[in-house]
Nanobody, 134 residues
Framework: QVPLVESGGGLVQPGGSLRLSCTAN????????MGWFRQAPGKEREGVSC????????YYADSVKGRFTISRDDAKNTVYLQVNSLKPEDTAVYYC???????????????????????????WGQGAQVTVSS
């Protein structure tokens, strides 16, 4: 059973919007801080946005502030990334990651989300392609 499954990617024109979803299977999402990372061809994976467990504090990369919104619905075991005003440079594979953090020990997410490798995450999804092109 794949612990994290992303959905909602696709092809969109510049200025368009998408909502990415990440559903956790077999995990109690409430115990995990969650993040969205992306990797474009030829580039390192970067932290886009993260949200802490319990406290719900958020982090956004400067490149997406004001355009992307992360949220979580622990009752549905799902984390969302609403992406608006998309630009061609947003084209990448978007990955969902989960970090076991039942007591929000690693809060705020700004302390670990920007790391390009995301090596602190315990689980990863398979990725969702987002392509922004006219």
């Amino acid at each position: 059973q794949v612990p994290l499954v992303e959905s909602g990617g696709g092809l969109v024109q510049p200025g368009g919007s998408l909502r990415l979803s990440c559903t956790a299977n077999g995990l109690t999402l409430d115990d995990y801080s969650m993040g969205w990372f992306r990797q474009a061809p030829g580039k390192e994976r970067e932290g886009v946005s993260c949200i802490s467990s319990k406290k719900g504090n958020t982090y956004y990369a400067d490149s997406v502030k004001g355009r992307f919104t992360i949220s979580r619905d622990d009752a549905k075991n799902t984390v969302y990334l609403q992406v608006n005003s998309l630009k061609p440079e947003d084209t990448a594979v978007y990955y969902c990651g989960a970090r076991f953090d039942p007591y929000s020990h690693y809060d705020p997410p700004a302390n670990w989300c920007p790391a390009s490798s995301g090596s602190v995450m315990d689980y990863w999804g398979q990725g969702a392609q987002v392509t922004v092109s006219s």
